[in-house]
Nanobody, 125 residues
Framework: QAQLVESGGGSVQAGGSLRLSCEASVYISSRYCMGWFRQAPGKEREGVARITTQGTTRYADSVKGRFTVSRDNDKNALYLQMNQLKPEDTAMYYC???????????????????WGQGTQVTVSS
């Protein structure tokens, strides 16, 4: 089981940028899919971005063109560059790792094996 630790959250004004990082305690090269989720108060957790070992990415429609997910297998790290932030991006952001040995990837919460504790992102108008 992997331990995932997020960092980089904070408070910014609308239009600003933040870069989230996630450090893993395992070799993420063994995890086909890594991803970012978020959960706002009173709302369900939703998938934001995901990336496979081949570098294939998928984004939620609400963040396309503004967020960029990347991974560094050598550093066992996952990143989320967030630009043009909006107040509706305010949420707790979670890093997630898919199961070892998997060859598919998806945003269903049931798929993901390991989760971080989250980092808060607050965007003010």
């Amino acid at each position: 089981q992997a331990q995932l630790v997020e960092s980089g959250g904070g408070s910014v004004q609308a239009g600003g940028s933040l870069r989230l990082s996630c450090e893993a305690s395992v070799y993420i090269s063994s995890r086909y899919c890594m991803g970012w989720f978020r959960q706002a108060p009173g709302k369900e957790r939703e998938g934001v971005a995901r990336i496979t070992t081949q570098g294939t990415t998928r984004y939620a429609d609400s963040v396309k063109g503004r967020f960029t997910v990347s991974r560094d297998n050598d550093k066992n790290a996952l990143y989320l560059q967030m630009n043009q932030l909006k107040p509706e991006d305010t949420a707790m952001y979670y890093c997630a790792a898919g199961p070892a040995g998997a060859q598919v990837c998806g945003f269903s919460a049931l798929y993901w094996q390991d989760w971080g504790q989250g980092t808060q992102v607050t965007v003010s108008s």
